[in-house]
């Protein structure tokens, strides 16, 4: 079941996004853009499994039990084969202005972030350290990456 938005929450991001739009007209310039589509299969495996019936705990709101279950017991005699196959592509979409200095960039991994490592960690985990890569190679700082999304209307 979804849970209900926060109010004060809808009202706080319909306000950002509406500062986002204006920033965004207010920045307009001409620019090119590019892209390009790496892999890094060092840090993929699959983490979901078919298992046998009867063997993955019923749904506890009442759904379809699934068949799948993540990140079971290494060498769980229980497990049938992966769900599916992992997606190596790492695609780049990249935004500059005309004097080469960067505008945007999105990149696109078929990797999720694993979370705390223990309990209480708090980390930005491999994309953290993707993203000050990025901002290096790019010649940007994260620092001021940061503050230019601010609204600055003048």
Known sequence: MQSLPE????????VRIADCVRLAVKRLEPARIGWGLGREERILFTRRYLM?????????????????RTSPRVL?????????????QVGVLAVES???????L???????SIGEIRPG???ADYFGLWAEAISRLA??????????VRPDYG
């Open 139 to 148: 010649g940007a700082s994260l620092r001021r990456g940061l503050s230019s």
């Open 52 to 68: 046998k019936p009867g063997t993955v705990p019923p749904d506890p709101f009442g759904g379809v039990t699934d068949k799948v």
């Open 121 to 123: 960690d708090v980390s």
């Open 76 to 88: 769980d005699p229980n497990i049938l084969g992966p769900e599916g196959p992992v997606d190596p």
């Open 7 to 14: 109010p004060k929450y809808v009202e706080w991001l319909t």
């Open 106 to 112: 999105l990149g696109n991994y078929g990797l999720h």
């Open 98 to 104: 005309l004097d080469g200095h960067p505008i945007c």
